[in-house]
C-alpha cells in the first residue's frame, strides 16, 4: 500500500501522486507498486526491496540521487511477541519515502498528526524526528516488558510451572533482538552524525544527538533488563530444582519408613513351624507393635536429620 502526504499550512493531507516536498509512506508493497514507486522516485528498486527482508541488518548508503537509511523498529508478531523489523528511510532531494513490511506505530504518530512541527518538507528533520521516535518507541516497549517480567515473577512466587518459565524466555528472547538491533541502529546513528552529504541545521544536529542519547538509554535499559530476566530464569530454575530435591527426599524417607513393615510381615509370613510368637496367644498384636515401634523409632531419626 501506498500513501502519499503532504503537510500545507500547520496540516497534513494526502495526495494523489507523488510531487516535491512530500512523504510516501509504503507498506507492505507489492512488486508492481515497488516498479512504479521506483520510476517515481529514481530510487533503485533492490534498496526499496531491502526493508521487506527480516533479516536485512542496519545501515546506511549514500547513493548519488538518494541517500538510504535502513534502521530496524520494535513491533509485535502475529503471537504477541516483541521482535524487531526492518524500516527504510529515503531522502532523495525532492521528497522523503519510508518503506515498511508493517503499519508501525513509529510512522502512525506521523500519518495522525500527533507530532508536533512536523513537515514533510523539512526532509532532514522529519527523518530525525522518525529516528527519535523510534528510540522513544524502544523504551515505551522496554517498560512494558519489564512490568510484564513482574506480573510473571508474582505468579512465579504462587506456583512454578513451565508456561511461566516459557514467557520468561521469550521476554529475554525478545531484548536480546532489542539489543542488538539498537547496538546496529547506534552505528548508523553515529555514521549520520559524521556524514557531510546528509544537510544538517544546528537544530537538526540537537535533535540527531537527542536520538543518539535515547537510544544509548534504550541500550542500558536492555542490558539491565536482560540481565535481571536471565538472574531470575536462573534463580527460580534452582527453586523448582529444589523443590523437587525435596519431593523426591521425602518420598525417598517414607519408602523407607514403609518398607520396614513389609520386611517384618515377609520374616514372619515365612512357612515354617518354628516362627518367634507363632504359637503365643497375642503373637499377631505383638508383632504388629513391635513393627510400629521400629517404624516409629525409624522415623523419628528421620526427623532428627531433618529428612521428613
Known sequence: MIAIYKTTEDDLMEMDKVEEGCWVSVTHPTGEELERLQEDTGIDIDDLRAPLDDEERSRIELEDNYTMILVDIPSLDEKDRYVT???????????IVTVCLEKSPVLKAFENRRVREFYTFKKTRFVFQILYRNATSYLRYLRIIDRKSDQIEEKLHISQKNSELIELLELEKSLVY?????????VVLEKLLRTEKVRKYPEDEDLLEDVIIENKQAIEMANIYSGILSGMMDAFAS???????????????????????????????????????????YGFITVIILTFVVSGLVAILFRKKDLF
Open 178 to 186: 532489542f539489543t542488538t538491533s539498537l547496538r546496529s541502529n547506534e
Open 85 to 95: 523489523i526492518p524500516l527504510g528511510i529515503y531522502m532523495t532531494k525532492e521528497l
Open 239 to 281: 527453586v523448582i530444582s529444589n523443590n523437587l530435591n525435596i519431593v523426591m527426599k521425602f518420598l525417598a524417607t517414607v519408602t523407607i519408613v514403609l518398607s520396614i513393615p513389609t520386611m517384618i510381615a515377609s520374616f514372619f509370613g515365612m512357612n515354617f513351624d518354628i516362627i518367634p510368637l507363632g504359637h503365643a496367644p
